[in-house]
């Protein structure tokens, strides 16, 4: 891309001088590289920098205190929810719950230490970050409903990029449902890029869902980093279709025994949509599980990546780890690239990896047809049945009607 | 009902029908056997409008061009094909798949679509007369059916949508004797004056449980000999050798 990006530290107010200093230190960093390109090999099916240059004259940075406005809450299930704007905090409504299991604040960027991703999204983030959470789960406490996140954008977001830090704790033996709700449905091109730092401790249990509610010109980017004690179980539900651009960059580590991690994902990907998942799981320990399932529709000239990495220590013995991806693609323009990494240090493991694409079956589209049913809907009801069958582990029945829907709407073209 | 004219068929430059002629009135159960090969699979094919054929001749369904049809307006107009090798659709549940159908045809005849209690009602009871256990309408379609089961969930859909014209591809293929037998009851319970049946066999036992009006013998690509029930008996006795 061309230099045209504006990035200011002076448009962020009530900083520290100590924090301007690191903040400025973070964008020189950033400024050496500028964003992500191919060079990079973790970047080198999604080349940022060339999307960004094709797509924005301008990028900048601003503070944002936007007033409370409404917004449209889920009614299929009864929840909990923290309501963001551009990342800001705005509201929270936790009356299901116990007040006192629960905490939740605003991102401490004075004493939260920054994660370490080398990449240049990260010192971006550090530089502009403004907004976010910290959420803490007591011990022993399983929340009673589920908590929606909603982050939504103002309509106003034009060519400006909104980054900022989340931080959730389940201590032990704690249980959450958390769906990330990406609410917006902006005709103006703008950039998110946010980081987030999960840790789950001992015999606690994690879902994490996050879906995108309508089609909007959003170029998103999340690297999610969380840590895994004894016996604890991070879910993760992907279904972001609609996204212009999406990158999720999501880093497992399981650190002590028995604990389980898993990622599923559902894209039905149109036009020109570009949405990546890069994982890395990193096998720490003994007798630890991963599992991924990655599924991609790919119509017009969309383009998916799925790029997934399984590190095993040579201490983790017993490791069983599965990771598979399927593509359908629909269109001689469109793409898929499946970069699956195996890195292997202990020798009594269970690894496997597959990757399939191909198109639909024609033979399954005549069978529905010669049932009576029009040839769009039969493609629908084939890509449905291949991507909902990610969702049959969700135990939730309401969570998993909804998603259904949601996805159907993605499939549909919303 | 069914006029079918000279038919010709090629398929991957394999000619496979050619010259078929057949004809088909309301209330009539005719078979058509043959020999391996001889085409009877590729006429199925061909009458549910199955892509990659090239097709010479006429065929007239109710007075209407049947080349000018997708797969699904046939279907919509009363066509139905029980499939030798139903497929197995991931993801998609039974019900839904049978709901969407039947109210895809009722939608296209400009009538009103059920609900879904009345449609959970009319499945249960023609499931129910099946011998179909209602868990299996809410599995996923076919996927991890026997054989049998396949062809019974045909049979299911073919009450279900009530088509006039009914092609059974090979449906006794893969049946033991008391799945064979609820099958041909469940034809036989559907037929009427004003439906039809076409049913494609090697065999003669099908015959024994649903009474055609016609046999017809095929083979390479044509009709050879048109004949009663005793035609199929005479042709198990025999075999094709003697007649083709």
């Known amino acids: 891309m061309k230099q045209n990006y504006d990035f200011k530290i002076e448009k962020i107010k009530n900083l520290s001088p100590e924090e301007i200093i690191l903040r400025k230190k973070n964008l020189a960093l950033f400024y050496q590289t500028g964003f992500p390109n191919k060079k990079d090999e973790d970047w080198k099916f999604s080349d940022l920098n060339s999307i960004l240059g094709k797509n924005f004259n301008n990028i900048s940075n601003?503070?944002?205190?936007?007033?409370?406005?409404?917004?449209?809450?889920?009614?299929?299930?009864?929840?909990?929810?923290?309501?963001?704007?551009?990342?800001?905090?705005?509201?929270?409504?936790?009356?299901?719950?116990?007040?006192?299991?629960?905490?939740?604040?605003?991102?401490?960027?004075?004493?939260?230490?920054?994660?370490?991703?080398?990449?240049?999204?990260?010192?971006?983030?550090?530089?502009?970050?403004?907004?976010?959470?910290?959420?803490?789960?007591?011990?022993?406490?399983?929340?009673?409903?589920?908590?929606?996140?909603?982050?939504?954008?103002?309509?106003?977001?034009?060519?400006?990029?909104?980054?900022?830090?989340?931080?959730?704790?389940?201590?032990?033996?704690?249980?959450?449902n958390l769906i990330n709700y990406i609410n917006n449905s902006s005709k103006e091109n703008f950039m998110v890029n946010i980081l987030e730092n999960i840790k789950i401790k001992k015999d606690s249990s994690l879902n994490n869902i996050l879906i995108n509610n309508s089609k909007c010109n959003c170029y998103f980017y999340k690297y999610l980093k969380s840590d895994l004690e004894k016996n604890s179980n991070f879910e993760n539900y992907l279904l972001s279709s609609g996204l212009k651009f999406n990158k999720l960059d999501i880093e497992i580590n399981l650190n002590e025994e028995n604990s389980k991690s898993s990622v599923f994902s559902a894209l039905n990907l149109m036009n020109s949509e570009h949405q990546e998942i890069k994982t890395r799981i990193n096998h720490n320990t003994p007798h630890c599980h991963s599992y991924q399932k990655v599924k991609n529709v790919l119509n017009h000239e969309s383009k998916g990546i799925y790029q997934g990495k399984i590190f095993v220590k040579n201490i983790a013995q017993k490791t069983d780890a599965y990771q598979l991806s399927k593509a359908l693609i629909l269109n001689d323009a469109a793409e898929f690239d499946a970069k699956p990494e195996l890195e292997i240090y202990?020798?009594?493991?269970?690894?496997?990896?597959?990757?399939?694409?191909?198109?639909?079956?024609?033979?399954?589209?005549?069978?529905?047809?010669?049932?009576?049913?029009?040839?769009?809907?039969a493609y629908q009801m084939l890509i449905n049945g291949f991507l909902c069958e990610v969702l049959e582990k969700l135990s939730d029945g309401k969570i998993k009607n909804f998603l259904k829907e949601k996805l159907e709407r993605q499939i549909n073209g919303y | 009902m069914l006029n079918i004219k000279n038919l010709e068929a090629t398929i991957d430059n394999k000619h496979i029908l050619k010259g078929l002629n057949l004809d088909i009135k309301p209330g009539e159960v005719h078979a058509i056997m043959g020999p391996n090969g001889s085409g009877k699979s590729t006429l199925a094919n061909v009458l549910s409008g199955k892509n990659g054929y090239e097709i010479k001749g006429d065929i007239k369904y109710n007075g209407e061009s049947l080349s000018e049809l997708s797969t699904e307006e046939r279907a919509q107009k009363g066509i139905f094909l029980a499939f030798q090798y139903p497929l197995e659709i991931p993801g998609?549940?039974?019900?839904?798949?049978?709901?969407?159908?039947?109210?895809?045809?009722?939608?296209?005849?400009?009538?009103?679509?059920?609900?879904?209690?009345?449609?959970?009602?009319?499945?249960?009871?023609?499931?129910?007369?099946?011998?179909?256990?209602?868990?299996?309408?809410?599995?996923?379609?076919?996927?991890?059916?026997?054989g049998g089961e396949k062809k019974k969930n045909e049979i299911l859909q073919m009450k279900i949508l009530q088509p006039k014209l009914s092609i059974l591809d090979e449906t006794d293929s893969g049946l033991d004797i008391d799945a064979l037998r609820i099958v041909a009851d469940g034809v036989n319970s559907y037929k009427n004056k004003e439906n039809a049946f076409l049913i494609i066999t090697h065999y003669q036992r099908l015959l024994d449980y649903i009474k055609p009006d016609f046999v017809h013998v095929l083979s390479n690509g044509k009709i050879m000999k048109t004949g009663d029930a005793e035609l199929g008996i005479q042709l198990e006795k025999t075999g094709y050798s003697n007649i083709v």
Request: net charge positive; proline share 2%.
């Open chain 2, 92 to 146: 998609v549940n039974t019900n839904t798949f049978l709901r969407t159908s039947l109210n895809s045809i009722k939608k296209a005849r400009g009538q009103k679509e059920l609900d879904t209690l009345t449609f959970l009602k009319l499945v249960k009871e023609k499931a129910s007369e099946l011998g179909i256990n209602e868990k299996f309408l809410s599995r996923q379609l076919n996927v991890g059916f026997s």
């Open chain 1, 62 to 176: 601003n503070d944002f205190f936007p007033k409370e406005r409404g917004f449209k809450k889920i009614n299929e299930f009864e929840h909990n929810f923290i309501s963001l704007l551009n990342g800001k905090l705005i509201s929270t409504n936790f009356s299901y719950e116990e007040k006192n299991k629960i905490s939740l604040d605003n991102f401490d960027y004075k004493n939260e230490p920054f994660l370490e991703n080398k990449n240049s999204l990260y010192f971006l983030n550090n530089a502009l970050a403004t907004g976010g959470f910290l959420l803490e789960i007591s011990k022993n406490y399983k929340l009673k409903k589920p908590l929606v996140i909603y982050n939504n954008f103002s309509n106003s977001l034009k060519e400006t990029i909104v980054n900022y830090k989340n931080s959730i704790i389940l201590n032990e033996n704690s249980e959450l």
């Open chain 1, 346 to 377: 202990a020798d009594d493991v269970k690894c496997s990896h597959g990757s399939t694409s191909g198109s639909i079956d024609l033979n399954s589209i005549h069978y529905l047809k010669s049932r009576g049913i029009p040839e769009k809907e």
